[in-house]
Structures are given as C-alpha cells and as structure tokens.
C-alpha cells in the first residue's frame, strides 16, 4: 500500500470555479501534511502545510485535514488561470527523514 | 539567499557513462533529499542526508551514489547511465519540525 494515494485527474475547470483535489495516506503517526504546486519544467513550491487536523485558510487557498480518516484536501475558490499547474499533495514522517508525495493532480483553469 | 541551487540544467548521456548532479543550499538545512520525477508517476526518493556525514536509501536507490562532506553539498552521483536513469532530476531541503520542503529547479537527464 502506497503511503499517499491521490486523485489523479486531470482536471479542467472554467474560470472562477472551486476546486477540491483530495489524497488519502496510510500510517496515522505522519505529523506534517503539505501541498506544493508545480509549474510545468518548475520545481515544487510549497503552498500550504498544517501539522493538525482542522482547516487552514491562506487567500484562495483552504487546506484541510481529517485524521480520523485519514484524507487531507486542498480547496482553491474563484480559480484563475495562474492556478493552472500539477498540485502534488505530500506527508512528512514522524521520524522528520521523509517525505511522501501523491503522484500529482493537472489542473487546467480556462478563462 | 539562492535556496537551492542545481546544475546542470540539462544534459544528455550516453549509455554507460557516469556524471555527477551538483546539489548546494545556502539555508543551512541539514536535511537534503533526492528525487527522481517521471511523468505520471510522481516524486520518488533516491536518497537522503539528516546531516553532514549520514546519507541514507530512499525508494529507488539504485544505480545511484550520494555523498555529505557538508551541510551546504550533497552532490548525485550516476554510474554506468541507461535509459531507466532518463529523468527529471530534483534537489530538496528541509530542517526538521516543519513541513516545507525547499526545491531545485530541476536536472533534465537524458540516457540514449
């Protein structure tokens, strides 16, 4: 069983949609929970990441995490066409020697 | 601060050769990581330093040589190239206690 298991898409959405991209992991002691956006022939970048369960709000950026079952999502409101990228959902171990990502989900924003 | 700096960028090799990725970070991180990027299939670990001195496997170790002679270097070292080895290449590093995770722009390695 993969660690972190993702919804692959892709997705494509009109302009000033909500967009949930979501991710279930597997081993209830990962401590840090991570979303990193990836521009095509870009490394990641980090947009948000949370230690607990709860939300968190950044701009047009919610992360949320559900421990109790295991699932962690990303909400991105009124999308844009910048936000068009591949968005890699990761998890950190308790230990803190690695990380684990999802194999990424494209979205494509049309204007 | 340069972050995470990579090079090179691009380079194309021929079946069998060896080359070195150079890896530095002016953050003075001591956690630095590898990964391999394939299309479709992620990010995946080839290996990993916790410090100056301790490199350790990740996923896909093989075919692969790391060294940490310091905090800032931790340069990726590929023997005997072939064309399973044509990837993206990527550079992280991180302190502990936290989730960011700071990345290289990238090394596009090609095998023929």
């Known amino acids: 069983q993969k660690e972190v298991e993702q919804d692959p898409g892709p997705l494509s959405v009109p302009e000033g949609a909500i967009v949930s991209l979501n991710c279930t992991y597997s081993?209830?002691?990962?401590?840090?929970f991570m979303w990193y956006r990836q521009y095509s022939r870009k490394g990641p970048e980090l947009l948000m990441y949370?230690?607990?369960?709860g939300n968190k709000e950044d701009g047009r950026f919610t992360a949320q995490v559900d421990k109790s079952s295991k699932y962690i999502s990303l909400f991105i409101r009124d999308s844009q066409p910048s936000d068009s990228a591949t968005y890699l959902c990761?998890?950190?171990?308790?230990?803190?020697?690695?990380?684990?990502f999802g194999t990424g989900t494209s979205l494509t924003v049309i204007p | 601060n340069a972050g995470v700096t990579q090079t090179p960028k691009f380079r194309i090799l021929k079946i069998g050769q060896s080359m070195t990725l150079q890896c530095t970070q002016d953050?003075?991180?001591?956690?630095m990581y590898w990964y391999r990027q394939d299309p479709g299939m992620g990010l995946k670990l080839i290996y990993y330093?916790?410090?100056?001195?301790?490199?350790d496997k990740g996923e896909v170790p093989n075919g692969y040589n790391v060294s940490r002679s310091t905090t800032e270097d931790f340069p990726l070292r590929l023997e005997l190239a072939a064309p399973s080895q044509t990837s993206v290449y990527f550079c992280?590093?991180?302190?502990?206690?936290?989730?960011?995770?700071?990345f290289g722009e990238g090394s596009r390695l090609t095998v023929l």
């Open positions: 990761a998890i950190r171990d308790r230990t803190g020697n690695q990380f684990y």
């Open positions: 081993n209830s002691a990962f401590q840090y």
């Open positions: 949370t230690y607990s369960s």
């Open positions: 953050m003075n991180h001591n956690y």
């Open positions: 330093s916790v410090g100056a001195g301790i490199t």
């Open positions: 992280a590093s991180s302190q502990l206690n936290t989730g960011e995770l700071f």
